[in-house]
């Protein structure tokens, strides 16, 4: 299982001192690592990566007002971009997680769903996919050529326990240009309640950026490659007023010396 840790790992421990989350039937409804597409998302306990027996997986996912995901459900979700390095359950206990991108770090070069079949023992502990058709509007895959992002429900505050991941991916050869227009997003000094980050790469793995809290403006961010992933988390209390940013594709050209001129 250790390959499977990888990096996430050192965020998880200093995100574990956060604030007080929502706990009901003895778990914690956090939701550090989700992805988000076509309804289907991952979650972990708050105590961490795999703490969730299939009975406590399936009441995670019906206390966010969902169901635990099928196989069908996350193969769809997976072939629009839903790359996620952590086994979870999902229905009829069985376990797996969804691989975009073939990586020897996380699921050893396939691409697909990385099965583990179906668990005799429902006591094993894993994460969990669930789904949940109306969170959509939060996150998803873009692939258009700009778009404005905002945090849900703006200009209203946002919600408590939300988590958002926007992938964007535009046409090879072009890179993505951010530009914030409005941001104030709960402040405290280490970013641990309420944080937008973005990621100079498809998934929230590789290619930090950064870390954004406060009503500071950030400046403008540009992608080294043709994606970006920003992914929005508050916690259970305070809200603020939210943001609103566009991104804008625009034609890389790339530096002579890369070409040999
Ligand atoms: C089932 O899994 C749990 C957690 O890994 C373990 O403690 C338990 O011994 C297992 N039960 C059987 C019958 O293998
Ligand atoms: C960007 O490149 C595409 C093809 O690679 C071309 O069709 C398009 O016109 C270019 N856009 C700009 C603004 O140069």
């Known amino acids: 299982m250790m390959h499977l840790l990888s990096l996430?790992?050192?965020v998880c421990v200093l995100l574990?001192?956060?604030q007080p989350w929502g706990y009901k039937n003895g778990i914690f409804h956090n939701s550090i690592w989700l992805?988000?597409?076509a309804g289907v998302y991952h979650r972990e306990s708050r105590h961490g990566r795999y703490k969730l027996t299939y009975r406590e997986a399936l009441a995670v996912c019906?206390?966010?007002g969902g169901s635990i995901a099928t196989y069908s459900?996350?193969?769809a979700a997976r072939q629009i971009g839903l790359h996620v390095?952590?086994?979870g359950w999902f229905d009829r206990a069985r376990v797996g997680y969804p691989i975009n991108k073939p990586g020897s770090r996380c699921g050893h070069g396939k691409v697909g769903i990385v099965d583990y079949g179906y668990?005799?023992?429902k006591s094993e502990r894993w994460d969990v996919y669930c789904y949940n058709a109306k969170s959509k509007e939060c996150g998803g895959v873009l692939t258009e050529q700009k778009r404005l992002i905002q945090s849900p429900g703006f200009p209203d505050e946002y919600q408590d326990e939300q988590i958002c991941s926007w992938h964007i991916r535009v046409r090879l050869g072009q890179r993505v240009r951010l530009h914030f227009h409005k941001f104030d997003v709960e402040e405290d000094t280490a970013c641990l309640a309420d944080y937008l980050e973005v990621y100079d790469s498809y998934d929230d793995v590789s290619g930090f950026v950064g870390r954004f809290c406060g009503d500071f403006l950030p400046d403008d961010i540009v992608s080294t490659g043709n994606v970006m992933t920003l992914k929005f988390l508050s916690d259970a209390s305070v809200t603020a007023g939210g943001f609103k940013l566009q991104y804008t594709a625009f034609n890389s050209s790339l530096p002579k010396r890369w070409?040999?001129?």
Request: proline residues 0%; contains cysteine; hydrophobic residues 40%.
């Open 85 to 87: 390095c952590s086994a």
């Open 62 to 64: 019906k206390y966010e």
């Open 73 to 75: 459900q996350l193969e």
């Open 16 to 18: 574990k001192e956060a």
């Open 259 to 261: 070409l040999g001129v």
């Open 119 to 121: 668990r005799l023992n």
């Open 35 to 37: 992805e988000q597409a």
């Open 8 to 10: 996430l790992l050192t």
